[in-house]
């Protein structure tokens, strides 16, 4: 199975934008859907991207949701930071009968 | 309104076994796909187990294969997770996660989770 790597951690200001990265390590980011689950302190997942970039309903547009063949990767940006969005999240994709998750990236907004 | 909830977590001593329960409601049980995610204390996310809506198919993590098994009463819209031969490092949070499998000539090719329950703790120390 291939392998996601997120950044360890993230910071930005409240109002700024901000982009999280999940790099695949082998095989095409193209040929299984990512997503995106947020996690706040003490709490359970939730998802916030789905099938590379739709959000389900109730997330707001300020989350987003792309990939990048050229880099190989998926990102997660969120514009117009809230406090609210401090959180880890975590990037999912699938592999020969296995999900497999990112090791999440802490996104502090200070 | 989609609900999970999980029950059944608890201290257990090394060796010994849990049966997780995660009862379902507000969609049609038996349609969707459903799995267990772990998470160890400070740790990230890890896929445990999963099985089809008819209950026909399971899959399994290797770090689990051949001592947890997950099971289904659609009937009861519950869903099940037996772990026999629990070790330390299966301590963890136990999430149920309603799941979408999308499929192609049979095969899965897509999998993800839009649904999750609030969790149940599992500690395994003696």
């Known amino acids: 199975n291939f392998m996601l790597t997120q950044p360890h951690s993230v910071s930005e200001s409240p109002g700024k934008t901000v982009t999280i990265s999940c790099t695949r390590s082998?095989?095409?980011?193209?040929?299984?859907?990512v997503q995106w689950y947020q996690q706040r302190p003490g709490s359970a997942p939730t998802t916030v991207i789905y099938?590379?970039?739709?959000?389900p309903s109730g997330v707001p547009d300020r989350f987003s949701g792309s990939i990048d063949s050229s880099s190989n990767s998926a990102s997660l940006t969120i514009s117009g930071l809230k406090t609210e969005d401090e959180a880890d999240y975590y990037c999912?994709?699938?592999?020969?009968?296995?999900?497999?998750f990112g090791g999440g990236t802490k996104l502090t907004v200070l | 309104e989609v609900q999970l909830v999980e029950s059944g977590g608890g201290l257990v001593q090394p060796g010994g076994s849990l049966r997780l329960s995660c009862a379902a409601s507000g969609f049609t049980f038996s349609s969707y796909a459903m799995s267990w995610v772990r998470q160890a204390p400070g740790k990230g996310l890890e896929w445990v187990s999963a099985i089809s809506g008819s209950g026909g198919s399971t899959y399994y993590a290797d770090s689990v294969k051949g001592r947890f098994t997950i099971s289904r009463d659609n009937s009861k819209n519950t869903l099940y997770l037996q772990m026999n031969s629990l070790r330390a490092e299966d301590t963890a949070v136990y999430y149920c996660?309603?799941?979408?499998?999308?499929?192609?000539?049979?095969?899965?090719?897509?999998?993800?989770?839009?649904?999750w329950g609030q969790g149940t703790l599992v500690t395994v120390s003696s």
């Open positions: 099938e590379d970039n739709q959000r």
């Open positions: 082998s095989g095409s980011i193209a040929s299984n859907y």
């Open positions: 999912q994709s699938y592999d020969s009968s296995t999900a497999v």
């Open positions: 996660a309603k799941s979408i499998e999308i499929t192609f000539g049979g095969v899965i090719v897509q999998y993800y989770f839009d649904y």
